[in-house]
């Protein structure tokens, strides 16, 4: 059966919001009209360019429901009266509560599908984002001829005006730049103009060449209607976009909507108590793996964090606030204190320290969980049994090394949760080419082992799956690599990666069409500081902008001896807590966290492709009706309080100047009933 979850306020508040205090929905002098139905749910208007894209994206992560019209499909619905709004039970119902366009006036000025679009919008206070157009009077700006400026806006410093910030972008801190990757690719194109009457600044730049400020995102407001005018170009993965999709969508939803919204940035340091293998700068592979020859790794110095690196990690979290996930394992730590002398200070620190950090289960001793590898070919092959199937580790094997680490764990009084686990190389799951299935063994192995949340490497698998009645949690990947412990040698390595083999490299780069080659190589002594750290800081930062609770994942040698990660992330963070406003903090989720996370979006997400979902509001009231057991994302104003059988609760978690929550009815209650204050 449906749940029905409805949303209430003031009914004057909403009506002056929506622009629905003068409808004139009926005759004057008439008995009052009906109050409308308005659907929540987007109308988007496609052109096949990357700022209607890019806004679709937004909406799309954040779970709000959208339909598409595609203006170049020739089969694409008219756009008509008709098709916008309707009757619903003698109520007149708008279809959308709000519309994205390329541009202010895609189907032409004054054709027939432009001027019902308009009059729609006009009748029921409907908003519309014109997602990229130049500066003319028509959308409320001077010509750039008049002061202002079109061209290129690769690293320029935007900010934030007042309006802005009291307004839809309060979450902002202020300052905007334009990214410039590259000094041979313009990457942003825009224009920057004067606003005339009716029109109110959200986001400006210093004209270049010129004098005073133009705008490049603002609210024109005229003929009875609202249009938010983006005179920029972009695609989703910008970070100027990024740091303005939530506005956008909390300004084309009047911030009340379906879905949610955050940010997240959480990592994992793998490999924590064992040693991890270095790259050798001579024959170019790591000793000990299986694709390097002639080494075997005996007598190369593995990388390991000492008792110094883990005090340094638990004052830098302390220092910043942030929370690292050490992924254990243990038995790899008691083979190499028993290799040593029989004592551990490393382990001794941390375990000193353990209530700082979250613990992840890794195994043991960090063995390939998934079939028998067969290493006397190069890449290595699963062994097979005489009868020709595969051999695979057993599910007795798997359990002991997942129930040996974890006893391990509660016997040093590591807060560790039976549920999370990563395995060795995310082994056991399916990895191509060699292994196209999940090892046969690992669901009833992770059943027996309590385990409900297993990694996976997102470049390999980025949806969450079932694996028996197991989900999985991608992880990113970062690029600073698990076989290193200086920049000298993670710059030798990314060099002979990422350059062909004219520059020294394997040229891998030449053969990849997902990879480029660099220009020239990376000099060693700064290459790391100077271009790896600021590309992996860009590529993160833009994780965490995407509304991506996915983690990262690290290792243990990253914390140790020139302790490459630490660059990294203090460029995250820094970057971050300078573009958002203290009112929107950065999330750093638990692996259980992450998981659920993701598995409310899948559901919500297939109950929205499935048409199970009816969401509307009338007056001070919204209504959504979904599958039974499907959380509902919410997102509303500040101060909005759930009723309840017997009186009423604070509704959600505030962040961003909103606030949200996976909503629920109250006990004994069919519906979600909110009060929007």
């Not at 924590?272 to 005996?298: H, I, M, Q, Y």
């Not at 020239?520 to 991506?548: C, F, K, M, W």
């Not at 966290?593 to 009231?621: C, F, K, P, S």
Request: net charge negative; with cysteine.
């Amino acid at each position: 059966m449906a749940r029905r979850a409805r949303i209430r306020r003031s009914t004057a508040a909403v009506l002056a919001a929506a622009g629905l205090l003068t409808l004139g929905i009926g005759a004057p002098g008439a008995a009052a009209a009906p109050t409308p139905r308005i659907d929540l749910r987007v109308l988007v208007v496609d052109n096949g360019e990357s700022p209607v894209q890019a806004i679709t994206a937004q909406l799309r992560s954040t779970g709000v429901p959208y339909t598409t019209v595609r203006l170049t499909d020739p089969n694409r619905p008219t756009i008509t009266a008709a098709f916008l709004s309707d009757t619903v039970n003698g109520t007149p119902r708008a279809r959308f509560q709000g519309v994205v366009l390329p541009n202010e006036a895609p189907f032409g000025t004054d054709s027939a599908e432009q001027t019902a679009l308009e009059t729609y919008e006009r009748t029921y206070g409907i908003p519309q984002v014109d997602a990229y157009t130049w500066a003319h009077p028509g959308v409320g700006l001077d010509y750039t001829s008049e002061g202002g400026y079109a061209g290129t806006l690769d690293g320029r410093q935007a900010a934030v005006t007042d309006a802005g910030r009291a307004g839809p972008f309060g979450y902002l801190e202020g300052a905007l730049a334009f990214e410039d990757n590259s000094p041979t690719v313009q990457e942003s194109y825009g224009f920057v103009a004067r606003p005339r009457s009716g029109y109110t600044s959200y986001v400006d730049v210093p004209v270049p060449a010129g004098t005073g400020r133009g705008s490049l995102v603002g609210e024109y407001a005229h003929d009875g209607r609202r249009e938010l005018v983006v005179t920029f170009a972009y695609n989703q993965h910008q970070r100027q976009f990024r740091a303005l999709a939530r506005g956008i969508v909390e300004w084309l939803t009047q911030g009340v909507h379906l879905g949610r919204d955050r940010n997240y940035f959480a990592v994992h340091v793998d490999d924590v108590f064992a040693p991890d293998a270095r790259w050798d700068t001579e024959r170019d592979c790591t000793p000990g793996d299986l694709d390097c020859a002639d080494g075997t790794g005996e007598g190369t110095q593995p990388i390991r964090m000492t008792a110094a690196d883990a005090q340094y990690a638990a004052q830098w979290q302390r220092e910043r606030g942030f929370t690292l996930d050490m992924v254990y394992n243990a038995g790899s730590g008691e083979e190499w204190k028993a290799e040593n002398g029989g004592t551990d200070p490393l382990a001794a620190r941390l375990i000193a320290d353990r209530n700082q950090y979250r613990w992840i289960n890794h195994t043991y001793t960090h063995p390939y969980l998934g079939c028998i590898q067969d290493t006397t070919t190069v890449p290595w092959t699963c062994a097979k049994n005489a009868d020709g199937t595969t051999r695979w580790m057993s599910r007795s094997e798997i359990t002991a090394q997942i129930r040996d680490n974890h006893n391990w764990g509660v016997r040093n009084g590591l807060p560790v949760d039976r549920a999370e686990l990563v395995t060795g190389e995310h082994s056991g799951l399916r990895t191509l080419p060699q292994q196209p299935e999940d090892n046969p063994h690992l669901a009833r192995a992770l059943a027996d082992s309590g385990v409900q949340w297993v990694a996976s490497d997102n470049s390999r698998e980025p949806e969450q799956r079932a694996v028996g009645g197991a989900l999985t949690v991608p992880r990113h990947p970062m690029n600073v690599y698990y076989n290193v412990g200086t920049a000298a040698e993670m710059a030798d390595e990314y060099n002979f990666i990422y350059t062909s083999k004219a520059d020294g490299g394997s040229g891998i780069c030449e053969n990849n069409p997902t990879s480029t080659c660099l220009d020239d190589p990376l000099d060693p002594a700064t290459g790391y500081a100077s271009y790896i750290v600021p590309q992996e800081t860009r590529i993160a930062l833009g994780h965490a902008l995407n509304n991506d609770p996915r983690p990262h994942y690290v290792h243990q040698s990253n914390l140790a001896e020139e302790r490459l990660l630490y660059p990294v992330l203090d460029g995250v963070l820094g970057e971050y807590r300078a573009l958002f406003a203290d009112n929107t903090p950065v999330e750093n989720l638990s692996q259980k966290a992450v998981g659920t996370e993701l598995q409310r979006r899948a559901e919500w997400q297939q109950a929205v492709a499935d048409n199970r979902v009816t969401a509307y509001r009338i007056g001070n009231t919204v209504t959504v009706s979904a599958p039974n057991g499907v959380e509902i994302p919410v997102t509303a104003p500040q101060g909005t309080r759930q009723q309840l059988l017997l009186g009423t609760s604070a509704f959600g978690t505030p962040y961003a100047g909103r606030t949200s929550a996976w909503a629920a009815p109250g006990l004994l209650q069919s519906a979600l009933t909110l009060k929007l204050q």
